[in-house]
């Protein structure tokens, strides 16, 4: 199945869906039981020639598997260098910082991604009055959404978890012009990549999108991120429903009190064009898709007068003055969309039109930053346009470069240039009663995250086997991957160009370093009921450190519930890069 590629990656991925919804997919048996037939046709048929190498191969397949002195020699230098980059975090940790008490103007929440690090830190350093905040990109709302007109569901929530609520956006006079031209999109995109029809299609029809060609080529077809559509709801909510998600949501976020006049939930996307690659550079708790409509189905929720006098009771009083906005961060161009038209409030116009001059300017410093590490990209200027260039290999770099999972309030973090390399994923154990919070952030962001780290990884030091090869010679095969060249299987992983700049990579291959800020006999409890998160620090795939009360790097744990002093590891540290 290794051998199979994507192929086998896409019917383990069926399998995957089926058992969330408690159903079985056969896919991977049957891929598997006719590659095992065609090697018996084989050996039957080429039995003399090929029976001692088969013989010579069973048996060492049954001796256990030792690793050599150059694996261990390997081991020891991925390990060092992923020490030298934990002994910088203690630098980026403000310890014995305390919160803000006073009322922030705006509260910004952004999604996790690495991505946001840098518009975040921008934004602060722009207005410093504004307080930001990280959380999961689907904003607690496991979505299958279904666009107006559209009889397709989007499952716009993490691949670990099962959409629990449906939205759609709702039907308006001209849902029925838009629900004719999906279906005939769909049918042209259809004939356009069917087996026979494409050769036809490609003769007949390739001189029809000259002027297309022509306008793509000098980039002016602009196209944005996010949809001017009405604001999705969720109507299968009760009442009471509709108030015990909005509870989960806020105190998962850590956001329970002190609300500001505007509070912001900042989804993201990216706007590319002919990338065959353009879900890793969308939103991953997003299932791939931008966070628009999360954003936009969350703001409308804590906007109804009945969640929030609901809210009151439940212990989290919501000021009448606050106002929730979704809003949609353009990662390609760093540009941010609000979609204040959702809930129209002469009140804060003054409030929405200052925080829309804020990204701005935020999103010129954080363009000026990352032109620096894009090739070609001399200026912040010329990085908006990157995105609508169909020639454009590397629009973006994405999440290239992530190494660290951090779960602490913003204060330890705030004013840090963490570099684009960090998660930030907002945390405050002394509310989280039970330490529930907690076990959630263990077991699906810091899972993703880690996940996402490890494609990273792959791609870079293992890319023949784990990388999706070269996107000069790709070729999109039934909608469902690309392969390289015009045959083979199909392609795992990330491009070669999402990962290197031509010169040297661009994505230091680190396995993930989750830094939490709360007891270790609380993460020890979560822990211990989780036995595939545990396994996955038990056994190396990431690592995970603690940070006690005074914001201070204490603790790094090793296995079965040992913790060492991160004081006694960092004087042990120089004999494991020794070695």
């Known amino acids: 199945l290794m051998d199979l590629g994507g192929w086998a990656q896409l019917a383990r991925y069926r399998l995957w869906r089926a058992e969330l919804n408690d159903d079985t997919d056969r896919t991977a ?11 018996q046709a084989l050996f039957r ?34 390990d060092a260098a992923e020490r030298s980059a934990q002994r910088r975090l203690p630098e980026q940790l403000t310890p014995d910082s305390q919160a803000d008490d006073d009322r922030p103007d705006t509260q910004a929440v952004f999604c ?8 975040r830190r921008c934004l602060e350093r722009v207005a410093p009055s504004v307080q930001t905040l990280g959380f999961a990109g689907f904003f607690g709302l496991p979505l299958a959404h279904r666009e107006a007109g559209s009889h397709l569901c989007e499952a ?19 849902t029925a012009g838009h629900w004719i031209r999906a279906r005939a999109s769909r049918a042209w995109k259809r004939f356009k990549l069917a087996a026979v029809s494409s050769f036809a299609f ?28 009405p604001a999705p ?45 353009a879900g890793t550079l969308q939103c991953g708790a997003c299932g791939g898709h931008a966070g628009d409509v999360n954003a936009r189905a969350l703001a409308g929720l804590l906007n109804d007068p009945d969640v929030r006098a609901r809210l009151a009771g439940r212990g989290i009083p919501v000021p009448a003055d606050t106002l929730f906005v979704g809003a949609l961060h353009d990662t390609t161009s760093d540009r941010v969309m609000l979609f204040d038209g ?19 300017t935020a999103g010129e410093l954080a363009r000026d930053e990352r032109a620096r590490r894009l090739p070609r990209a001399r200026h912040g200027s010329d990085v908006a346009a990157r995105g609508r260039n169909w020639a454009e290999l590397r629009p973006e770099w994405g999440l290239a470069g992530c190494s660290a999972f951090i779960v602490a309030p913003r204060h330890r973090t705030r004013g840090r240039d963490l570099g684009g390399r960090a ?4 945390y405050e154990w002394r509310d989280d009663e039970g330490f529930r919070v907690l076990e959630q952030i263990l077991t699906a962001p810091v899972v993703v995250a880690s996940w996402i780290n490890l494609q990273y990884y792959g791609s870079t030091v293992a890319p023949e086997t784990f990388g999706g090869g070269s996107k000069v010679l790709h070729n999109v095969t039934g909608g469902i991957g690309v392969v390289e060249g015009n045959g083979g299987a199909l392609r795992t992983g990330l491009p070669w160009q999402s990962v290197h700049d031509g010169d040297r990579p661009a994505h230091h291959p680190l396995r993930l370093t989750v830094v939490i800020e709360a007891p270790t006999e609380a993460i020890d409890r979560v822990l211990r009921r989780h036995d595939d998160v545990r396994a996955m620090f038990d056994n190396r795939w990431a690592h995970l450190l603690a940070v006690d009360e005074s914001g201070q790097l204490a603790w790094r744990y090793h296995r079965a519930g040992h913790w060492t002093r991160w004081t006694d590891d960092r004087d042990a540290a120089p004999v494991a890069a020794a070695g």
Not at 112 to 119: A, M
Not at 257 to 276: E, Q, W
Not at 423 to 426: A, D, E, N, R, T
């Open 233 to 277: 709801d969720i109507p299968g909510l009760g009442p009471e429903e509709r108030a015990e998600t909005a509870e989960s949501v806020l105190r998962t976020m850590s956001l329970t009190n002190n609300f500001s006049r505007l509070v912001v939930f900042v989804g993201h996307g990216a706007g590319v064009t002919n990338n065959p690659h």
């Open 29 to 39: 048996v049957g891929l598997l039981a006719v590659r095992m037939a065609w090697e």
């Open 156 to 174: 716009r929530c993490p691949g670990l978890v099962p959409p629990a609520l449906e939205s759609r956006t709702p039907e308006t006079g001209g």
């Open 112 to 119: 996790i991604d690495v991505r946001s690090e840098v518009f």
């Open 423 to 426: 998660f930030l994923h907002s």
């Open 202 to 229: 490609v003769e007949s029809m390739g001189p029809v999108y000259a002027g297309k060609l022509l306008g793509d080529s000098l980039g002016l077809h602009r196209r944005h991120q996010g949809s001017a559509a």
């Open 342 to 360: 959702d809930a129209p409030s002469s009140a804060h116009r003054d409030d929405l039109a200052r925080l829309a001059q804020r990204f701005d």
């Open 45 to 78: 048929h080429h039995r003399e020639a090929i029976e001692a190498d088969w013989r010579d191969v069973c048996a060492s397949h049954a001796r256990p598997v030792s690793p050599q002195e150059r694996h261990i020699v390997d081991a020891l230098l991925q």
